[in-house]
């Protein structure tokens, strides 16, 4: 025995019209592109299809780290650099008496150098300095860093197509659907995933422009089970985020 699945063409689009006098009569779908808004990232330069590789003319320039020289300094790299940075103190003096042997203010006693003070590394007076000539190539490893640069590209479609993603379109109505799709005629025991249910609709704006709105799914009343013979009328579900192509 088979059972009849109707989709009642006058039926769905009059629901679709109800829907529109109780929530908001424009719907906001994401245009050009047949996504949601959810799914496309907004075009702000750089690689598109229009511009698929980096070019000289676009500025672009990736960022490399740098990698540090390995060369190893030797004795040959530095030079011993002596230069005294003692300063004398009262301990480096000795004192010896006046001339006529009596010390005052006016006639202090005598003061001679006895400073032991010997440059040497640990005082600081003797420092290395490098001097090294060694100059960067391929066995020392070093590598410059590179900053990097952004692409300047600038695509005119992808930005006008980026404009267009939060467009709101007004549906005015959809096409009919062939008269096949209308009217289904299954054996009992044909599953739903079995039921030729367009996943797209066609419709025309309140501009009278074309365009197709997909990721429709579809509820029956009542039910559908496919183990029980009857009558199924099937209307259409717009997604809330659904894409529309134009």
Not at 113 to 138: A, F, P, R, Y
Request: aromatic share 6%; proline share 5%; with cysteine.
């Amino acid at each position: 025995m088979k059972h009849r699945t109707r989709k009642m063409v006058q039926r769905w689009l009059a629901l679709v019209l109800c829907l529109c006098m109780i929530v908001p009569s424009s719907v906001t779908f994401a245009s050009g592109a047949g996504k949601s808004a959810e799914d496309t990232s907004t075009y702000t330069g750089g690689i598109c299809e229009h511009h698929p590789e980096h070019t000289e003319a676009c500025g672009y320039m990736k960022a490399t780290k740098g990698s540090p020289c390995q060369h190893e300094h030797t004795a040959d790299c530095y030079e011993w650099i002596t230069k005294c940075v003692h300063k004398h103190t009262d301990a480096c003096y000795t004192e010896n008496g006046a001339a006529d042997n009596t010390v005052s203010p006016s006639n202090p006693p005598e003061r001679n150098l006895s400073c032991d003070h010997e440059c040497s590394i640990e005082s600081g007076c003797i420092t290395k300095k490098n001097i090294c000539q060694h100059q960067h190539d391929d066995t020392c490893g070093y590598a410059e860093a590179v900053k990097g640069h952004p692409c300047t590209f600038s695509c005119e479609i992808c930005s006008v197509a980026a404009n267009q993603l939060s467009e709101t379109i007004e549906i005015q109505e959809f096409s009919a659907l062939p008269d096949k799709v209308q009217m289904q005629s299954v054996p009992v025991g044909t599953e739903r995933k079995e039921l030729n249910l367009p996943s797209t609709l066609d419709f025309t704006d309140s501009t009278r422009k074309a365009g197709t709105v997909s990721g429709i799914t579809w509820q029956s009343e009542p039910e559908f089970d496919g183990t029980l013979a009857g009558e199924y009328i099937f209307t259409p579900v717009i997604p809330g985020g659904g894409g529309i192509l134009l």
